[in-house]
């Protein structure tokens, strides 16, 4: 059973960068695909991007496209999220989650089975 652990949230001004790290405990960690998702309050849960282990392949959400990148590293079981030219809109509570099994639509939070803490990323206009 994979624990996920998020870091890397926090304050940043509208335009600045932050950078997110999920990293999973487990030691055999293989899952199908990484993702990221978010939630504001009152909200409901949004994708943002996701990123195939094996074979690197990324998507993104729209609104995070050009601004974020997705990327891993095998060696550490680390998923990393790299969101520059940050807007006040992109304030939420990130996840990282885990796609067991090879499915189409990983922007389907349904398709994910285990979920980390969450970080928040505020960001002041």
């Known amino acids: 059973q994979a624990q996920l652990e998020e870091s890397g949230g926090g304050l940043v001004q509208a335009g600045g960068s932050l950078r997110l790290s999920c990293t999973a405990s487990?030691?055999?960690?293989?899952?199908?695909?990484m993702g990221w998702f978010r939630r504001v309050p009152g909200k409901e849960q949004e994708f943002v991007a996701s990123?195939?282990?094996?074979?690197?392949?990324?998507d993104y959400a729209n609104l995070v496209k050009g601004r974020f990148t997705i990327s891993r590293d095998y060696a550490k079981n680390t998923v990393t999220l790299q969101m520059n030219s940050l807007k006040p809109e992109d304030t939420a509570v990130y996840y990282c989650?885990?796609?067991?099994?090879?499915?189409?639509?990983?922007?389907?939070?349904?398709?994910?089975?285990?979920w980390g803490q969450g970080t928040q990323v505020t960001v002041s206009s």
């Open positions: 990123i195939i282990w094996a074979g690197g392949t990324t």
């Open positions: 989650a885990t796609a067991p099994r090879p499915v189409y639509r990983l922007y389907l939070s349904e398709n994910y089975d285990y």
């Open positions: 487990e030691r055999f960690f293989s899952p199908y695909a």
